[in-house]
């Protein structure tokens, strides 16, 4: 890897140029290789040796009069003091003849045709270097010294030395030679500038799961130092933006008091006071207004293995997501199918985790993202300068759309990728010198053929300040590098034909596994019959819930971020599954029908805080006599009420029988568990009201029959009354 082979060239010592008098002899070559093979920084006090490093190279690189100074440190890991040590600087009129040249060069392997030779007068150490002791040297050269016949690279070498002249240590590093202008044509060079972090929000409002991003976002912090170093140079360096919606969602939860690491319950945790969101959205916002920007789908989800997996649903919600996010944060419009928003942003862009993808990926970003314009590893396809390194391509999606490709370098990249806060002097210089080096090669392979270059740093990239604002410089001040804007590439890609192809399937080795998204899937699913069963849900609150369906789809999440990942997961469902089972059936577990029907009144309670609104699903076993009717439409139950659903079941027989009870939704979707139902049907109620109709009839006739009794025995009274 390019980041390793920074590290290891910064800490080697053993380069032995091939002729020259300095280093000819025998001996002196057996020693070097001995050097070679031990880390002359940090394996140093077992090496017995001599230890040297480059902390600085002024200017960083030459031109024609110009005095060069070089500085650094030595350090004495005889076990003996000494006196009289010296550094040596060499170097060479014969330029590198390409980029592997120079990896070799740095990994040890001198190329044949490289002839070092001593320039400037060595600095000699005056006094006693004792054992364990660092101290300080610098040496200077002038460059018409040397001779150097061209634009390009030249190797440039510190050599310490003992006091009788053995070579006891060396350090690399690379000089680029600028001889005037029209040396070349300028290298159109565009940076991206991320602003990316793991998402932190999950389902529960005026929440993150950890407070990393407070400290981030402070002044020194890393999403801090970004934005401060961004904007010096943005107008300079012409930065493109790029930034996670999700990031701006997270920084605005925290611009008020909120709450870290809360459960599922969203209950209980104390407010933690408002962070430095306030003043970085607020800088973000004004400083970059107008600035060219794109946005990454919402969480920077890990596009290719979402379109791997069939998934292309997500990415569609997480592109709408993200645009409606950052349009609304950032008061500003976002391009769509790669047409200029108007205000200075950059049309859509995809920048898929680690520069890759695959023909599969290129149409789902195509169909689900409006996505016209990819950012990709320079490694991933040839440009249209081939074999020369450059940034345009063009190729098609296999439904036939037009994608303008940019290759990001992928050896900057990787250089960039080993920058730290917490790297030494010597292993800052170290990328920054070898990443002005590959900058000049990159000309210099072939400096009549005119050519753009991409710069991407990692997304979650974390230099100091100060490494930062170098590397800027240098692209600022390089005469061999113009600077422009992403969208004018993108532009430049457009007019291209398409030239190239990618494989049609290739997944990553670093993607989301299928293990983790098949866990994804299963709560999309929840999530799915969670909406449904809420009683006309604000948009605020759908938001929220697929901002925590994005969030664990985020390419934060692979290789050592995957614990991130299955944590904001598990919250999500545990989420889901708790609310879903705050709606119960409350209804016993026996029916008793005093017929072969009667009503059978189903009770249902939400505990919860949201309406929902839910029906009953009645399962019979096959060949069973029960029936049920009158089911009605779905109900809607308030938060801590309870509502009753009215049903009628029928029996065509005498005796008990099974029916399973299961609340829906209002689409039809099953929640929880189902309930048994036991429904004992005994015929008594039929026989009683025959018994009740009869003892009626008995009633009315008897009463009929006394009435024409008193009727009778009225008249015949009345007639012997008349006879009287």
Known sequence: ????????????????????????????????????????????????????????????????????????TITNHTGSPLRGVQVQLLTSAQYFYARADMDSFAAGNVPGYISSQAVGAPYVVTGTLHSNATLRWSASFNSSAVGYPAFGVYPLTAQAEYPDGTPSGFEHTFLPYWPGNGAAQALSTAWIWPLIDQPQQGPCPQTVATNSLAASLGTGGRLGTLLAVGQLWAREDHLTWAVDPALLSDATVMTHPYKVDEDSSCTGRKLTPASAAAAWLSSLRAETAGEPMFVTPYGDTDVAALAHFGLDADLRTAYRLGESQASQILSRPFGINGQSTGDGGAPAVAWPADGAADASVLDSLASDGGISTVVLNSGE??????????????????????????LADSELTSILGSASPTSSAGAQFAAEQDFLAQTAMIVAEAPSLKRSLVIAPPPRWDPSAAE?????????SAPWLTKVDLSSLAAAAGNLKAHGSLPL???????????????????????????????????????????????????????????????????????????????????????????????????????GKLPVQVGIRVTVPPNSPLTVDNLGKPITIFPGKTQTLKMTVHSAAIGTSQMQLQLVTENGSPLGKSHQLSVQATRYGRALLVLIGAALGVLVLTSLARWIRRLNNGRADGRSGGTG
């Open 1 to 72: 890897m390019r980041s390793v082979r920074t590290v290891v060239r910064t800490l080697i010592a053993g380069f032995l140029a091939l002729a020259g008098p300095v280093l000819a002899a025998p001996a002196v070559l057996a020693h070097a290789q001995e050097v070679h093979q031990q880390s002359s920084r940090t394996d140093g006090a077992s090496s017995q040796q001599l230890t040297i490093s480059i902390a600085a190279v002024n200017p960083g690189f030459a031109t024609p009069g110009k005095t060069i100074t070089v500085t650094g």
């Open 381 to 406: 396809m040839r440009s249209t300068a081939a074999p020369y390194d450059n940034a345009l391509a063009a190729t098609k999606t296999s439904n036939g759309t037009s994608m303008r490709v940019l």
């Open 468 to 476: 930062a604002a170098k590397l800027l410089s240098m692209t600022y």
């Open 505 to 607: 399937v290739k997944p990553g080795p670093a993607e989301l596994d299928e293990g983790y998204l098949d866990e994804v899937q299963a709560v999309d699913s929840s999530l799915a019959v969670y909406e449904d069963l809420l009683y006309q849900p604000g948009a605020a609150l759908l938001r929220t819930l697929n901002a925590a369906a994005a969030a664990t789809e985020s390419s934060a999440w692979r290789g050592a971020g995957a614990a991130g990942g299955w944590l904001a997961l598990g919250t999500l469902a545990d989420y889901l599954k708790d609310n879903e089972n705050q709606v119960q059936i409350l209804t016993g577990t026996k029916l008793l029908l005093a017929g072969s029907s009667g009503p059978a009144p189903v009770s249902v309670q939400n505990t």
